[in-house]
């Protein structure tokens, strides 16, 4: 007798999503669409001062175009986010358009998240330090379109990271929270190849093992769907196929487009209301990345072979689905074939493949690091039968070094 398929549940709310050549020179459309009048651009010094990502951003904008905040930077500030905040209300803006990687869209999230707070920076600190989250006051907030320029894959959530100092408001990364809320979810997201074709190809590279493990990670997590299984196969095939080809050719919109496709694919579905499929890899990425200048995607390409073997050696982990995805499905090892296709992607990006030989903690620190990633929350959407001691992340850790 034939068994009953597993039940599930999909609760999510996707923005609209658009992509395309030129796209960001219609972002009008996309405040109309959420009606909002003006918009304040929240981004980084860098890409606020790059003519060519700015003046079709501005272009598409026209007169609705509030002003420009160009003071995101990598350590996302608690204070920053409240300074845009603070320019959001300045402009009378009632849109935020984030233009960058993960750590402006992260801050613009956050920053729509504070425009309706009557808290003060010290007290929103405190909370931030006594339950890892930032408050959010009711109401609505106002919407976010979403113009990602790097391959970081944060650009389809409902979620963002901040770090602050309990009172003063300034970073310190032993008090970083979580922004978590259907609201901030994005109202839109345009994926311009053209645009994306502007950021130099080591920065792409780097934030490339992020948005390819998101995938990887929700083809494997304890809280995959059907749905989030269709387009995660497709979105890791298309993706880790152009990052191949970007190893060997400039960013142009051409090499770009099939990218920026597959990130959309598998950014859809991950952060919803009641799960994420984020998981192991996420939680050492974190890890690392909290305890030193080490870039997150260059955390992922270090540690992502050695978190699949482990993966592997503890459960099926969906290795046939995997393998699939990653065009090796015909390998009689697919585990061995998956693990091995995942490092020639890292490898063609010209990423480094020990921790020994990145900006990351030195290896007297990697105990406390292993603590950490066995800490994390996204540990806990790993499949059953996957453990993760101090033991086990500490050898994942001394593997990778």
């Known amino acids: 007798m034939p068994q009953s398929p597993a039940a599930f549940r999909f609760d999510y709310e996707s923005p609209a999503l658009r992509f395309g050549p030129d796209s960001v020179r219609d972002l009008d459309a996309s405040l109309d669409a959420h009606d909002a009048d003006t918009a304040l651009v929240v981004t980084g010094s860098t890409v606020g001062t790059t003519p060519a990502v700015m003046d079709p951003v501005r272009d598409g904008l026209g007169d609705r175009l509030a002003g420009v905040f160009a003071e995101t930077t990598g350590e996302k500030h608690l204070t920053t986010a409240f300074d845009a905040a603070d320019r959001v209300a300045a402009t009378d803006a009632?849109?935020?358009?984030?233009?960058g990687g993960g750590s402006s869209i992260d801050v613009a999230t956050v920053a729509a998240a504070l425009?309706?707070?009557?808290?003060?920076?010290?007290?929103?600190?405190?909370?931030?330090?006594?339950t890892a989250t930032v408050p959010i006051p009711d109401g609505a907030l106002p919407p976010i379109v979403v113009v990602p320029t790097t391959l970081a894959g944060a650009d389809i959530?409902?979620?963002?990271?901040?770090?602050?100092?309990?009172?003063?408001?300034?970073?310190?990364?032993?008090h970083s929270a979580v922004a978590d809320d259907r609201r901030l979810m994005p109202a839109s997201v345009v994926a311009d190849p053209v645009l994306a074709a502007t950021t130099p190809r080591s920065v792409l590279a780097g934030s490339a093992m992020n948005g390819l493990n998101k995938g990887i990670e929700t083809l494997y997590a304890a809280t995959a769907t059907p749905i989030t299984d269709a387009t995660a196969s497709h979105g890791v095939g298309t993706l880790a196929a152009g990052l191949r080809a970007l190893g060997t050719a400039d960013p142009t919109p051409e090499t770009m487009a099939p990218i920026l496709r597959g990130l959309l694919l598998v950014e859809y579905g991950i952060s919803r209301p009641d799960a994420t499929t984020l998981s192991l890899t996420h939680a050492f990425g974190h890890a690392l990345s909290r305890a030193s200048p080490i870039q997150q995607g260059v955390a992922h390409a270090v540690v992502t072979p050695h978190v699949l073997a482990h993966l592997f050696d503890s459960t099926d982990g969906r290795r046939d689905r995997l393998a699939a995805a990653l065009d090796v499905g015909d390998d009689p090892d697919p585990a061995s074939a998956v693990i091995d296709a995942v490092t020639a992607v890292r490898d063609a990006l010209g990423l480094p493949a020990r921790l020994r030989d990145t900006d990351g903690p030195a290896r007297s620190e990697l105990q406390a690091v292993a603590a950490a990633a066995v800490a994390d929350p996204f540990v806990d959407n790993a499949p059953d039968g996957v453990p993760l001691t101090r033991a086990d992340a500490t050898e994942i850790l001394d593997a990778a070094w």
């Open 94 to 99: 009632d849109a935020i358009v984030a233009v």
């Open 157 to 174: 959530s409902q979620g963002a990271g901040i770090a602050a100092h309990p009172d003063a408001g300034v970073v310190d990364d032993t």
């Open 115 to 130: 425009t309706g707070t009557t808290q003060s920076r010290a007290a929103v600190a405190r909370t931030v330090r006594d």
